[in-house]
Nanobody, 127 residues
Framework: VKLVESGGGSVQSGGSLRLSCRISGFTDTTYSMGWFRQRPGKEREGVAAIDHEGTTSYADSVKGRFTISQDNANQALYLQMNSLQPEDTAMYYC??????????????????????WGHGTQVTVSS
């Protein structure tokens, strides 16, 4: 299984970015996938997740600003990030997991334990 993120970059406060995660070799039909981030000096945290039923879950800090989506045909995961703020500056990681317990469980408990990880893409937001 391979996950490759892209789409990170530098933007000004209020700007938008769309992260993409290309997934190959993942064939499980029961799963959760999502985005985690690690801000400077902070622990890794869940940002957004989606499960095999299409249920989504978001961290409170990004609700209303970020949207997660998936393209099953192309095995891709996306994160549309709007109204970016300096506190969103972080390394963003794509992750996939075979757990059957849904998006919220995945986002809450798998910050370090997800089955598969990408290498990350940097997002920098300047004020």
């Amino acid at each position: 299984v391979k996950l490759v993120e892209s789409g990170g970059g530098s933007v000004q406060s209020g700007g938008s970015l769309r992260l993409s995660c290309r997934i190959s070799g993942f064939t499980d039909t029961t799963y959760s996938m999502g985005w985690f981030r690690q801000r400077p000096g902070k622990e890794r945290e869940g940002v957004a997740a989606i499960d095999h039923e299409g249920t989504t879950s978001y961290a409170d800090s990004v609700k209303g600003r970020f949207t997660i989506s998936q393209d099953n045909a192309n095995q891709a995961l996306y994160l549309q990030m709007n109204s970016l703020q300096p506190e969103d500056t972080a390394m963003y990681y794509c992750a996939a997991d075979r757990s059957p317990w849904g998006a919220t469980w995945f986002l809450t408990y798998r910050q370090r334990l997800a089955d598969y990880w990408g290498h990350g893409t940097q997002v920098t937001v300047s004020s």
